[in-house]
Nanobody, 120 residues
Framework: EVQLQASGGGLVQAGGSLRLSCAAS????????IGWFRQAPGKEREGVSC????????VYADSVKGRFTVSSDNAKNTVYLQMNSLKPEDTALYYC?????????????WGQGTQVTVSS
């Protein structure tokens, strides 16, 4: 069974940092990309970042470029999202998901969300 377990969310002041983790199991980790998505209240879910576990290539939304860094520890089947210089508009429920070719529209498994709240 494919499982994706996101963790690491919390409350942080603007300008602060958080690191999210996504632990994957039930599939061959190296064969897939893992994406991070977020959904703020009243807004549509959006793709934030993605990493291909096979070659390490990454994708970022324009809104987080230069502030967020996605990385992968293939030995632990875990993907991380380091979020720096956080802004109140980054407040959202963050999800990780299994994604084909880092195409945010091609998700076949979602993990549960972890809440990130950035106070001003």
């Amino acid at each position: 069974e494919v499982q994706l377990q996101a963790s690491g969310g919390g409350l942080v002041q603007a300008g602060g940092s958080l690191r999210l983790s996504c632990a994957a199991s039930g599939f061959i980790f190296d064969d897939y990309a893992i994406g991070w998505f977020r959904q703020a209240p009243g807004k549509e879910r959006e793709g934030v970042s993605c990493i291909s576990s096979s070659d390490g290539s990454t994708v970022y939304a324009d809104s987080v470029k230069g502030r967020f860094t996605v990385s992968s520890d293939n030995a632990k089947n875990t993907v991380y999202l380091q979020m720096n210089s956080l802004k109140p508009e980054d407040t959202a429920l963050y999800y990780c998901a299994r994604v084909y070719d880092c195409d945010f529209s091609r998700v076949d498994h979602w993990g549960q969300g972890t809440q990130v709240t950035v106070s001003s």
